[in-house]
Structures are given as structure tokens and as C-alpha cells.
């Protein structure tokens, strides 16, 4: 494997990742990086934590100069992952003096419109990025570098027209980067109309099976949450629960709690503020078991997670790659435990079925005792419009 020194990577750049105890690139950065700083579209397919944001990084870095007007865009799909990447961009590049934001809804937009006035790089969620171009808040006339940060989770959540109209009001002149843990035919669709002669980059699997230990029990529905509490009290290493649903979340982590389980949530519908806190709280140990909506399974910024756990099955194959995606990261193991009651059969049918090369074990039911449930009746935290959703 590579040295960062022999990608070509600026010296102020590699002195600011040294800062940060990169030692060597990963897979995807030793292919992209090159392609990235001659100016090449690529589009990569690498899962989740597998260090694509340094690829853009180092090619934003390399390639423009600041002079506080807008030259880079990124876009991705969440709040936290604009945060997440502003934040990286600000570490990978403290030896410059390239400024970013973050555009997102969910916040006031008037310290936004002030921000970018005076940016280089702008990394935004596609709806307040329009929203940006409509007010006419933004001037994208010097934009040299467009990046399409989890494409294909971008598309998942409907944004792909609010994505095409963005990339058609950027100068043609430009370089596009694609970075997708898949490649849908969506995402191929995106590559043939916008993208120039791209390099396609294919790194690091999703899932490493050697390492993921998976297991079901089927259990009666109204049992989930006893057992749930039963599994997690056996072990106090980080573990993340999935659920399909924000009441479900809401639910699921009220009675952990309940239980003496340090258990915190996770999902859209909280405010920008909480979720922060939530992932910084769990990122640091304070809680060590996080519950959430799929909003927490792409891309975000969560590390040594010991084990999943699906209280909901999720409806399609590709969503469990990625929730249990979560786990057996960097060389260390992991394990997934779903809990199956009747409505979930068909999707794990439906998973069994897309990867026959997993190996997912029936265990056998342990005795557990009867939890007092507790249904709470959640008050919305704010209203949102029902006429367009903002992330």
C-alpha cells in the first residue's frame, strides 16, 4: 500500500491529516486520490466509513485557491452529514485558508445567506441548496468542483430532481465526483448525463462476513422489547437499535431507559441540536446504546460499534446491508441480532433470499422476564410543512 506522500497530496494537507493519526490511505483513497487531483470525474463505489471524504478533501484542497467566493459544492442527503463532512473539511484543511459552511434546513437561513457571501466550499442538503438558488442567495458562477456525497442514499430519500437541478445550474466546466456505497441504476443514469469520461473506482466491500456474526429469535411482538432489554443488559459495549419508525424509536428508548439501560434516539424528527448531541453523547460514551431510524445508518461518523440490533426488520435487502454496515468496521468483529415477530418474516425472507452467502443463525429464545411496558404519547418538538420536507 501507498504513503499519502505518493498520491501527489499537497504537503499542507498531509501535515494536517498527520495531525489526525492517519498513518496510511484506505483502499478507495490510494485509487480515487490520484484521478481526483488531475481533475478526473470519477465515481467511486466504496461502503460507508471507508474514508471517502478525504478523497473529495484532498481535491478541493489541491485545486482551488480561496478567495471567498463559492468553488466547491457538496452535496449529501442529511443534517448531520453536512455537519459531519464541514467539520472533516475544516480539520483537513486548518494549514489553508479555504472557508466552508454548511447549508441546511431546520435552522435559520439568514446566517446562511451571510456565510456564503464570503465562502469557498459549500456543503449542503439538496432542498436548502435549492432554496439557496432560488432566493438567489448564492452565486455558483465560479464553481469548479461538484461532489455527490452517498448519491445513492440521496435518490433513496427523493431528491433526485432537487439533485439534477443543482448540477444543471453549475458550469459545465467543471469536476464532478460521484461517491456512493451502491451503484443503482439510478446512480448510472446520474453518471451518463453529468459526468465526463469518468474513472469508476471500486473499493472496499460493505460487509465483511468473516468478521459479522448474524442470529434471528423469533419472538411474539409485544415480547420485542423484553427481550431487547434481556440481550443488551448482557453487555455494555456500544450497540445501535434499528428501528423502522420514529414512534417506534421514541418507544423502543423510553423503556430501555425505564430498565436502567443509558439508551438515547435518534430520528427526523428532533431538531437539528438534539441530534447532535445525541450522536455526540454516544460517540463519546456517555450512552451506549443509540435507537434509531435508517437517518443513522449512512455515513455518519460512528465508531466501534459492537453490535445492531434490528427490533425492526427493514423492508428492503439493501437497508439492512447498510444498518448492519454499522458494525465489524476496521478489522474488528461484530454481531447482528434480529428479533423477528410476524410482520417481519417477508423481509427476512427477502434477505435471505438477496444474500445466500450470509449465514444467519436461529437461536433458541432465552428466558426473559416480562418488563412493565410503558407507551408514552410524544408531542412533536415543531411543525413541519407538509408541503416539502427540508433534511
Request: charged share 30%; proline share 3%; glycine share 6%.
Amino acid at each position: 500500500m501507498k504513503k499519502f506522500e505518493e498520491l501527489g497530496i499537497d504537503e499542507r494537507t498531509i501535515k494536517a491529516i498527520r495531525d489526525l493519526g492517519f498513518e496510511k490511505p484506505t483502499e478507495v483513497q490510494e485509487k480515487a486520490i490520484p484521478y481526483v487531483l488531475e481533475g478526473r470525474d470519477i465515481i467511486a463505489e466504496s461502503a460507508t466509513g471507508s474514508g471517502k471524504t478525504f478523497v473529495f478533501a484532498a481535491g478541493i484542497i489541491n485545486n482551488i485557491v480561496p478567495k471567498k467566493k463559492p468553488q466547491a459544492i457538496i452535496l449529501t442527503p442529511t443534517r448531520e452529514l453536512a455537519e459531519q463532512i464541514n467539520n472533516a473539511l475544516k480539520k483537513f484543511s486548518k494549514y489553508t485558508k479555504i472557508k466552508t459552511t454548511a447549508v441546511y434546513g431546520g435552522v435559520p437561513i439568514e446566517k446562511q445567506i451571510r456565510s456564503l457571501k464570503t465562502t469557498d466550499v459549500i456543503v449542503a442538503t439538496p432542498g436548502r441548496m435549492l432554496d439557496h438558488i432560488s432566493r438567489r442567495t448564492v452565486d455558483l458562477s465560479n464553481i469548479k468542483i461538484v461532489i455527490l456525497d452517498e448519491a445513492d442514499r440521496m435518490l433513496d430519500m427523493g431528491f433526485i430532481d432537487d439533485v439534477k437541478q443543482i448540477l444543471s445550474r453549475c458550469p459545465k466546466n467543471r469536476q464532478t465526483l460521484l461517491l456512493s456505497a451502491t451503484i443503482t441504476r439510478e446512480i448510472l443514469g446520474l453518471k451518463r448525463k453529468f459526468l465526463k469520461d469518468p474513472v469508476t473506482i471500486n473499493a472496499e466491500k460493505q460487509v465483511n462476513k468473516e468478521r459479522l456474526k448474524q442470529e434471528y429469535y423469533e419472538v411474539n411482538g409485544r415480547e420485542k422489547i423484553s427481550l431487547l432489554v434481556k440481550l443488551l443488559k448482557e453487555s455494555d459495549e456500544l450497540s445501535m437499535v434499528f428501528c423502522n419508525t420514529r414512534k417506534t424509536v421514541d418507544f423502543v428508548t423510553t423503556n430501555l431507559r425505564n430498565n436502567g439501560i443509558k439508551a438515547i434516539a435518534i430520528h427526523g424528527g428532533h431538531t437539528q441540536n438534539k441530534r447532535l448531541k445525541a450522536l455526540d453523547d454516544f460517540n463519546n460514551g456517555r450512552v451506549n446504546v443509540l435507537v434509531c431510524t435508517d437517518v443513522a445508518a449512512r455515513g455518519l461518523d460512528i465508531k466501534n460499534v459492537k453490535r445492531v440490533f434490528n427490533f425492526d426488520l427493514p423492508k428492503t435487502s439493501k437497508e439492512y446491508i447498510h444498518r448492519i454496515g454499522r458494525t465489524a468496521r476496521a478489522g474488528q468483529n461484530g454481531e447482528v441480532t434480529n428479533l423477528l415477530s410476524q410482520q417481519d418474516y417477508d423481509s427476512m425472507s427477502r434477505i435471505m433470499s438477496d444474500y445466500r452467502e450470509f449465514e444467519i443463525n436461529k437461536r433458541k429464545k432465552p428466558e426473559f422476564k416480562r418488563i412493565q411496558i410503558v407507551h408514552e404519547q410524544r408531542r412533536p418538538e415543531r411543525r413541519f410543512s407538509r408541503r416539502r420536507r427540508r433534511f
